[in-house]
């Protein structure tokens, strides 16, 4: 009875090391923690609107006569008859528009209303982008995305749209989001290799023309910063088509590198790098610091987009050749792709292995030596036969590629005692 048993705790043993689950990643961020960094970066821009100064005549005339001067004359119209009904009743539009960005930042950090407030975000984000900005300002000459094209209100939107769940995630945050995979990396592909077209205006690869930009944005800057501005603006001063030409390479590869499964992660790494770098050198932090900015710029918003696409799971095969997929929860765990059972997280995985080797050690079949198996009567018990023994070695054989852990100490083990058994 001893070998019938051992032979069935040896069964179960190599058919459960053939079809546990390996957890070969882990989710950082869920669509909810990136959903509600839109949410805060929402209330951002809406305290932003709230400083005096965007309760003057001096910033309407500003925003809005930028956008009517750089923007297609049907356009222009509407904007003009914007900028003529909100010049009567300035305090009161200002506090509806700050009051609208807060309304949208806290509907998005509370999860019971956030699909309408991802709704009301890309309405407003698309009106603000195209009546109240000009489509970004993309118009105006030496505009580039160092300086903050597309504009990042419309950025907003995109973000939205990627992270409004629509399907069970992937690979990605927004393979279940709205866009779906391809068209989300289409997007930032666009996005990156669209603005580097930028840069081949006059205004943007003039020698002096990255120093003068540069320059412009000291104007109110904290000492610091205004200071790192005119030191920087002296350093590269007669190198601007040199770094428009760098600039223009970068975003490029960063754009296209996206599509292809191989080079996403590099894509994407170095998206956040030169997002952050624009941020600190081109953009001033978006000029939150000078009472006149209205929001942190397009750079938080490249780095928040490109979390969203950031691969955050692994395929590769099991021990018994089925490809495994870790489709996590938003606790985190994993599941074999063709297995519908219960998510079970790694520290599950490892505990009922833990478990189930301890019960076999502890069994009485595990204690008998290989002159205690050659001894005992079998009673009537049949024999196994050298097929049988084969195909246990071969089920063993497949779990080699667990040669660590818990796993691979019970695959060694368990090719061990099957070689008792043989003649």
Same mark, same amino acid.
């Given at each position: 009875?001893?070998?019938?048993?051992?032979?069935?705790?040896?069964?179960?043993?190599?058919?459960?090391?053939?079809?546990?689950?390996?957890?070969?990643?882990?989710?950082?961020?869920?669509?909810?923690?990136?959903?509600?960094?839109?949410?805060?970066?929402?209330? %951002?821009?809406?305290?932003?609107?709230?400083?005096?100064?965007?309760?003057?005549?001096?910033?309407?005339?500003?925003?809005?006569?930028?956008?009517?001067?750089? /923007?297609?004359?049907?356009?222009?119209?509407?904007?003009?008859?914007?900028?003529?009904?909100?010049?009567?009743?300035?305090?009161?539009?200002?506090?509806?528009?700050?009051?609208?960005?807060?309304?949208?930042?806290?509907?998005?950090?509370?999860?019971?209303?956030?699909?309408?407030?991802?709704?009301?975000?890309?309405?407003?984000?698309?009106?603000?982008?195209?009546?109240?900005?000009?489509?970004?300002?993309?118009?105006?000459?030496?505009?580039?995305?160092?300086?903050?094209?597309?504009?990042?209100?419309?950025?907003?939107? /995109?973000?939205?749209?990627?992270?409004?769940?629509?399907?069970?995630?992937?690979?990605? /945050?927004?393979?279940?989001?709205?866009?779906?995979?391809?068209?989300?990396?289409?997007?930032?592909?666009?996005?990156?290799?669209?603005?580097?077209?930028?840069?081949?205006?006059?205004?943007?690869?003039?020698?002096?023309?990255?120093?003068?930009?540069?320059?412009?944005?000291?104007?109110?800057?904290?000492?610091?910063?205004?200071?790192?501005?005119?030191?920087?603006?002296?350093?590269? %001063?007669?190198?601007?088509?040199?770094?428009?030409?760098?600039?223009?390479?970068?975003?490029?590869?960063?754009?296209?590198? /996206?599509?292809?499964?191989?080079?996403?992660?590099?894509?994407?790494?170095?998206?956040?790098?030169?997002?952050?770098?624009?941020?600190?050198?081109?953009?001033?932090?978006?000029?939150?610091?000078?009472?006149?900015?209205?929001?942190?710029?397009?750079?938080?918003?490249?780095?928040?987009?490109?979390?969203?696409?950031?691969?955050?799971?692994?395929?590769?095969?099991?021990?018994?050749?089925?490809?495994?997929?870790?489709?996590?929860?938003?606790?985190?765990?994993?599941?074999?792709?063709?297995?519908?059972?219960?998510?079970?997280?790694?520290?599950?995985?490892?505990?009922?292995?833990?478990?189930?080797?301890?019960?076999? %050690?502890?069994?009485?079949?595990?204690?008998?030596?290989?002159?205690?198996?050659?001894?005992?009567?079998?009673?009537?018990?049949?024999?196994?036969?050298?097929?049988?023994?084969?195909?246990?070695?071969?089920?063993?054989?497949?779990?080699?590629?667990?040669?660590?852990?818990?796993?691979?100490?019970?695959?060694?083990?368990?090719?061990?005692?099957?070689?008792?058994?043989?003649?």
């Amino acid at each position: 009875m001893r070998v019938a048993s051992g032979q069935s705790s040896r069964s179960r043993l190599g058919g459960e090391l053939a079809s546990s689950p390996e957890v070969v990643g882990a989710r950082l961020l869920t669509r909810r923690h990136l959903e509600v960094a839109l949410g805060l970066l929402w209330l %951002l821009d809406g305290a932003l609107q709230f400083q005096p100064y965007m309760f003057s005549r001096a910033f309407f005339d500003n925003v809005l006569g930028m956008a009517e001067m750089f /923007v297609p004359q049907p356009m222009a119209v509407v904007t003009h008859d914007l900028a003529v009904l909100v010049s009567s009743h300035l305090v009161a539009f200002n506090a509806v528009f700050a009051t609208t960005q807060v309304a949208i930042g806290v509907g998005l950090i509370w999860s019971r209303t956030a699909p309408a407030a991802r709704l009301a975000s890309i309405v407003w984000a698309l009106g603000v982008w195209s009546v109240g900005e000009g489509f970004g300002n993309l118009f105006m000459p030496g505009m580039n995305l160092l300086a903050g094209a597309p504009g990042a209100v419309i950025l907003y939107a /995109v973000v939205a749209l990627v992270i409004w769940p629509r399907r069970a995630d992937g690979e990605a /945050v927004a393979d279940g989001g709205l866009l779906g995979p391809r068209a989300a990396h289409v997007a930032w592909a666009v996005l990156w290799v669209g603005t580097s077209l930028l840069e081949l205006e006059v205004a943007t690869y003039a020698p002096d023309a990255l120093s003068a930009q540069i320059t412009e944005l000291a104007h109110g800057e904290p000492a610091i910063i205004a200071d790192m501005d005119r030191h920087l603006a002296h350093l590269v %001063l007669g190198h601007g088509t040199e770094l428009a030409l760098a600039m223009m390479m970068a975003q490029v590869l960063i754009g296209s590198w /996206v599509l292809r499964a191989a080079t996403r992660r590099l894509a994407l790494g170095a998206g956040i790098a030169v997002a952050v770098i624009y941020w600190v050198i081109g953009q001033n932090f978006g000029g939150i610091l000078t009472g006149h900015g209205t929001d942190p710029n397009t750079a938080p918003l490249l780095v928040l987009l490109a979390l969203t696409l950031w691969p955050r799971a692994s395929t590769r095969p099991t021990s018994s050749g089925t490809p495994v997929w870790t489709s996590f929860s938003g606790q985190g765990g994993a599941r074999n792709a063709s297995s519908d059972g219960p998510i079970r997280s790694a520290s599950e995985v490892a505990v009922t292995q833990h478990r189930d080797e301890q019960a076999h %050690l502890a069994s009485p079949a595990a204690g008998h030596d290989e002159r205690d198996e050659a001894e005992t009567d079998t009673g009537g018990i049949e024999e196994p036969t050298q097929a049988s023994r084969g195909c246990r070695r071969r089920s063993f054989e497949r779990s080699q590629p667990l040669e660590h852990g818990v796993g691979g100490r019970e695959a060694r083990k368990g090719r061990d005692r099957l070689d008792h058994l043989d003649p």
